[in-house]
């Protein structure tokens, strides 16, 4: 159900985002698991593509996924989450001229990550912007339809 509501709150194909450690080794924020080491066998069925943020060196890259399996073992951030359906229910307000502003306060929970801020704030914090986002407000859809990120595979 969540990944259906996430596709479908988004607009995109996608509803989930890891980090490459290389090797079928990935950093994965999942609900109810938190941040992990993952496979791609733990996600039977689903459609996965593989992405570069342009933007980042090698060493960025390297460092991002570094970062980011430094994290394993914190808890998953729900609430963040809820601030990724919020900021795409505020622009349907906006789009119909219902509001007019959308600030940038800070409503996810740091000692945990859901995926998509997970790997924008790994990248943001080795001085490579995936999206131009506050990973806070970053959902998987962000990150795939960035002009900062190249689709390098689809399987």
């Known amino acids: 159900m969540v990944p259906w509501l996430i596709r479908k709150t988004t607009g995109g194909a996608y509803n989930h985002v890891m980090l490459s450690l290389g090797a ?3 950093v994965s924020a999942d609900m109810g698991r938190g941040v992990r080491i993952a496979k791609l066998a733990d996600y ?9 943020v342009v933007s980042a060196s090698d060493l960025q890259a390297k460092s991002a996924a570094a970062w980011a399996e430094q994290q394993t073992g914190k808890k998953y951030d729900a609430v ?5 359906w ?3 229910a505020v622009r349907a307000l906006e789009r119909r ?12 929970d740091q ?4 995926c998509s801020e997970l790997v924008a704030e790994a990248y943001l914090r080795q ?7 506050d990973p806070t407000y970053t959902s998987p859809t962000d990150l795939y339809e960035s ?6 595979e689809e399987i």
């Open 86 to 88: 919020l900021r795409f």
């Open 80 to 84: 963040g989450l809820g601030g990724v």
């Open 111 to 114: 000692a945990g990550y859901f």
């Open 24 to 26: 079928d080794s990935f």
């Open 44 to 52: 039977p069925g689903a459609r996965f593509a593989f992405c570069r």
């Open 97 to 108: 001229g219902f509001v007019s502003f959308w600030g940038k306060s800070k409503i996810a």
């Open 147 to 152: 002009a900062e990120v190249a689709l390098l």
């Open 127 to 133: 001085g490579a912007d995936a999206c131009r986002l």
